[in-house]
Antibody
Framework: EVQLVESGGGLVQPGGSLRLSCAASGFTFSNFWMHWVRQAPGKGLVWVSGLNGDGSSTLYADSVKGRFSISRDNAKNTVFLQMNSLRGEDTALYYCVTGGNAFSIWGQGTMVSVSS | QAGLTQPPSVSKGLRQTATLTCTGNNNNVGDQGAAWLQQYQGHPPILLSD???NRPSGISERLSASRSGNTASLTITGLQPEDEADYYCSAWDRSLNAWVFGGGTKLTVL
């Protein structure tokens, strides 16, 4: 069964850091781009970052450039999102996502709350 | 980053047909098309149609996607209560070098 399981969310103060993880199973992990998409409470979907199969190409939304860093460990079928200098507007449910020409496989998400 | 434009809400009657739209530009929808996702409250999105307008297995044949220029459309025929959900479009934007989403359309089945 194809599955993505996120972890690492929580409550953090503004300016703090968190590292999200996403464990993948059921498909050839190293063949696929992996992405993070977030959704603030009651709001729409926003793409955050993406990383190609061998980790050589990274993409970021303007809103997180310079603060977030995406990486992967293909030996462990895991993708990470290091989030630094967190702001209130980063508060959201963070989904790990993959797919071919579309976002076809989604995890259940991990909640990140940034508040003092 | 600029996103795609979707109407915030659409309401249609039971067994009617709803057409949801997603408007972008030559760098996103007009370039490689848009995918469609459905989301129920409290659940992750489900892919309904990829950027080539193909439905994944298990998605109802009542749903069909198409594109005309810079506007993508999702048509749902024979509306059922279970079609009431939020619908999002997404596309790759070659000028932004980023993925973009529409703001979502809340479909209400009366």
């Amino acid at each position: 069964e194809v599955q993505l399981v996120e972890s690492g969310g929580g409550l953090v103060q503004p300016g703090g850091s968190l590292r999200l993880s996403c464990a993948a199973s059921g498909f050839t992990f190293s063949n696929f781009w992996m992405h993070w998409v977030r959704q603030a409470p009651g709001k729409g979907l926003v793409w955050v970052s993406g990383l190609n199969g061998d980790g050589s190409s990274t993409l970021y939304a303007d809103s997180v450039k310079g603060r977030f860093s995406i990486s992967r460990d293909n030996a462990k079928n895991t993708v990470f999102l290091q989030m630094n200098s967190l702001r209130g507007e980063d508060t959201a449910l963070y989904y790990c996502v993959t797919g071919g020409n579309a976002f076809s496989i989604w995890g259940q998400g991990t909640m990140v709350s940034v508040s003092s | 980053q600029a996103g795609l434009t979707q109407p915030p809400s659409v309401s249609k009657g039971l067994r009617q047909t709803a057409t949801l739209t997603c408007t972008g530009n030559n760098n996103n929808v007009g370039d490689q098309g848009a995918a469609w996702l459905q989301q129920y409250q409290g659940h992750p999105p489900i892919l309904l149609s990829d950027r080539s307008n193909n439905r994944p297995s298990g998605i109802s044949e009542r749903l069909s996607a198409s594109r005309s220029g810079n506007t993508a459309s999702l048509t749902i025929t024979g509306l059922q209560p279970e079609d009431e959900a939020d619908y999002y479009c997404s596309a790759w934007d070659r000028s932004l070098n980023a993925w973009v989403f529409g703001g979502g359309t809340k479909l209400t089945v009366l």
